[in-house]
């Protein structure tokens, strides 16, 4: 039987290796020409608790994590309680041990085989860990899946050490080998054959890096930032690319050092960016509002993880919004970006670095856990961009005395708002920035004449900025009974929901940009629906709910709201649309 999806679990403690195996298992998947969905769960701990990496592909359309799964690979018996709601009697579950007694699991539908996993990794001599290599070969036999794919990328995962990639391929071999006997004795049923399109046109990245290519791709050359999960992925993966794109990775000894060292890398013309989460980014918020003032171009990062304050470190939310939106004190300019899948990601962090310099202001992008540590496939994109400087002055622009005509003037009013810029050194064209209110030339002034002149030439650049901004996705029924909106990493879940019969009847707009508001976009997509509008968003107070009623003359909206740590998922939204029943980690008002 050839199989389109399969939708993978392994659990283990944290420190067993299962984020490596998972991800080694996504890899191969995509090799077979898969799209390829690999969402992480983990606590905030080095060791212990529970850990589980899952993967979902398919032949189309694996967008986002499935409740229901096909296969999980446990390592300790214990974890089984935490997936009953997985688990049905289509399900396999393989257990880490000698011996499994199913009777102490009254509430268990489904087949569990005891493997000892690590005998196998320890009979080829290697480390107790490639148990996890071992669980990936049992799978690859189950799925049916190319051997030699999946020993090619086991080899190239530990290139590094040469022994332990050789010992990893005979785990995996033996490991495919035992679940080739037990099919044929009849121990194991496999699911089928997992097709191989032959076809490997795509990407497998984590939302972290689809950002930190998108910046590199529009030139950014300096980041800094101080590690806070779950934005500290880019900080590594940047890190890593120093040797071989021109950019500077400063690890700052803190968040305020962190946007500062940025600044401080505009300011002297550089493309530049920081990123932390919610308590990183509060220490953040005075400079933001420097950058404002002073019309310095910065990207910002806003990683969300559930809170307040420390929350549950290695949680998803988007209980952030609020506090972006308002983020620095006093009146300035911003843009919030919200990207939703991985290669939104890519295209908006690249947008980002160039809305900055061009519009000298700062950019947001609010993204979360659940998306920025979740590996998704996207297209490959184009390796050669090409990339043109935004208001700035050049040396042709200049003679002996200053400018070819009149004088520099670093904060010139203009009608759209926008002042040339000029590199610290370029002759003639000195410039000054403070974080006092200014005049043209960038003295400080306290006159009200002179501060209701800056305030409103800061103002002016949004009417241009309007017809840069991404807009409004519509997608699914043309005439819904339902139509739902999100903002961010939620549009994944909803691309999924929208694959099944039960949203024949059902819309989606997905919001990429919530600052400035898309308005008149939006009104435009809902006139003449006559359908149930919700929101769904993962906080508990209905933030974008709020500034959709704020900024917009929508009729009555309702909210969907998660706030556990946990993202959406597809199957209970279906049930929604079905029987208006919601499960009780959601709430509807």
């Not at 919004?321 to 962090?349: C, K, M, W, Y």
């Amino acid at each position: 039987m050839d199989l389109e999806s399969l939708n993978w679990k392994i659990a283990a403690k944290a420190g067993e290796g299962v984020m490596s195996s998972a991800k080694l298992f996504a890899k191969a998947c995509k090799r077979q020409g898969l799209s390829v969905f690999n969402y992480y769960e983990y606590p905030s701990l080095i060791k212990g608790g529970l850990q589980s990496g899952l993967v979902s592909a398919a032949l189309q359309g694996a967008t986002c994590q499935r409740r229901h799964l096909d296969l999980l690979i446990i390592f300790h018996e214990k974890f089984i309680n935490d997936h009953l709601a997985e688990l049905d009697e289509n399900s396999l579950v393989i257990i880490n041990a000698n011996a499994f007694d199913a009777s102490k699991y009254p509430e268990l539908k489904t087949k569990v085989v005891a493997i000892n996993l690590t005998k196998i990794a320890r009979d080829q001599g290697a480390n107790p860990l490639a148990s996890n290599i071992a669980a990936i070969g049992l799978s690859a036999c189950l799925f049916g899946m190319d051997l030699g794919i999946m020993g090619r990328v086991a080899v190239e995962e530990f290139a590094k050490n040469k022994e332990a990639a050789e010992k990893n391929l005979l785990v995996l071999q033996a490991a495919f080998k035992l679940a080739q006997q037990m099919v044929d004795d009849s121990s194991l049923t496999p699911f089928g054959n997992l097709i191989n399109t032959g076809v490997d046109e795509q990407i497998l990245v984590s939302g972290n890096e689809a950002i930190g290519l998108g910046a590199l791709a529009a030139g950014l050359q300096f980041y800094s930032a101080y590690p806070m999960t779950p934005a500290t992925g880019l900080l590594h993966f940047l890190a890593e690319q120093q040797n071989d794109y021109p950019i500077v990775v400063k690890h700052a000894e803190d968040e305020i050092a962190a946007i500062n060292h940025a600044l401080g890398a505009s300011f002297a013309g550089v493309r530049a960016m920081t990123g932390s989460s919610g308590g990183g980014f509060a220490l953040m918020v005075e400079a933001l509002s420097f950058a404002g003032v002073a019309e310095i171009p910065l990207v910002v990062l806003e990683a969300v993880r559930q809170g307040p304050a420390t929350g549950l470190p290695t949680w998803t939310s988007q209980g952030d919004l609020n506090f972006i939106l308002g983020a620095g004190h006093g009146d300035f300019l911003r843009v919030i970006l919200t990207p939703g899948d991985v290669q939104e990601h890519f295209v908006l962090s690249k947008l980002a670095v160039e809305l900055a310099e061009k519009y000298q202001l700062p950019v947001l992008i609010m993204s979360d856990k659940y998306i920025l540590e979740t590996n998704q496939t996207m297209p490959k994109m184009l390796l050669k961009q090409e990339n043109k400087r935004f208001s700035m002055l050049n040396d042709g622009q200049l003679g002996e005395t200053g400018l070819t005509e009149g004088e520099y003037l670093r904060y010139k009013y203009s009608e759209n708002g926008i002042s040339p810029r000029s590199i610290p050194g370029q002759v003639n064209a000195l410039q000054l920035s403070n974080s006092y209110e200014h005049d043209e030339y960038g003295f400080a002034i306290e006159d009200a004449i002179t501060t209701k002149k800056m305030v409103d030439k800061r103002a002016a650049k949004l009417e241009a900025l309007q017809k840069d901004l991404p807009k409004p996705l519509y997608l699914g029924s043309k005439n819904p009974e339902k139509i739902l909106i999100s903002f961010g990493s939620t549009i994944n879940v909803l691309r999924d929901l929208l694959l099944d019969e039960a949203a024949a009847k059902t819309a989606v707009i997905h919001l990429p940009c919530v600052c400035p508001f898309p308005a008149l976009e939006l009104e435009g997509l809902l006139e003449g629906k006559n359908a149930e509008v919700f929101v769904l968003e993962g906080n508990a107070t209905g933030q974008l709910a709020a500034l959709i009623k704020r900024e917009t003359n929508l009729p009555k909206l309702r909210s969907i709201l998660r706030y556990d740590g946990r993202p959406f998922y597809s199957e209970e939204l279906v049930e929604f649309l079905k029987n208006q029943q919601l499960n009780e980690q959601y709430r509807l008002i």
